[in-house]
C-alpha cells in the first residue's frame, strides 16, 4: 500500500511563500503523474496544480497561475509546489495525488488518481 506524506504547510502572512513537499513511502512502485489539489472550509476539493512523469506537461489552476510552481524528482517519488504571493484566499489544506498507471506523458489532470496524502494546512492571514 502505497502513501503519501506532505509537509511544509504553515501560517504565513498575506504576500509570504511556503514550500509543500509530498514523499511516498516506497520507491519500489512508480508514481507516474503528481499532483497537487485543496479544500477550503466549506468548499469542494479543488484542483491546484499537476504534473506528468517526464516532466514535459504540467497546469495550474488559474487562480494560482504564476504564483505557484510545481516540481518532482522521479528517483526519489516526489513533488514539491512553492506557493509565492501567498493570498487568504488560498488558505485550505493541502492534498498531494499520485497516480498508479505508468504513463510518461499525461494531460489528463482533474482525474485518475489513486494515491491521496492526508493534507497539510496551509492558512494565509491577512
Known amino acids: 500500500q502505497v502513501q503519501l506524506v506532505e509537509s511544509g504547510g504553515g501560517l504565513v502572512q498575506t504576500g509570504g511563500s511556503l514550500r509543500l513537499s509530498c514523499g511516498a513511502s516506497t520507491r519500489i512502485i512508480t508514481i507516474s503523474t503528481m499532483g497537487w489539489f485543496r479544500q477550503a472550509p466549506g468548499k469542494e476539493r479543488e484542483f491546484v496544480s499537476a504534473?506528468?512523469?517526464?516532466?514535459?506537461?504540467?497546469d495550474y489552476a488559474d487562480s494560482v497561475k504564476g504564483r505557484f510552481t510545481i516540481s518532482r524528482d522521479n528517483a526519489k517519488n516526489t513533488v514539491h509546489l512553492q506557493l509565492n504571493s501567498l493570498k487568504p484566499e488560498d488558505t485550505a489544506v493541502y492534498y498531494c495525488a499520485g497516480k498508479a498507471s505508468f504513463r510518461p506523458r499525461d494531460t489528463d489532470f482533474l482525474r485518475g488518481y489513486n494515491y491521496w496524502g492526508q493534507g497539510t494546512q496551509v492558512t494565509v492571514s491577512s
Open positions: 504534473m506528468d512523469w517526464s516532466g514535459a506537461n504540467t
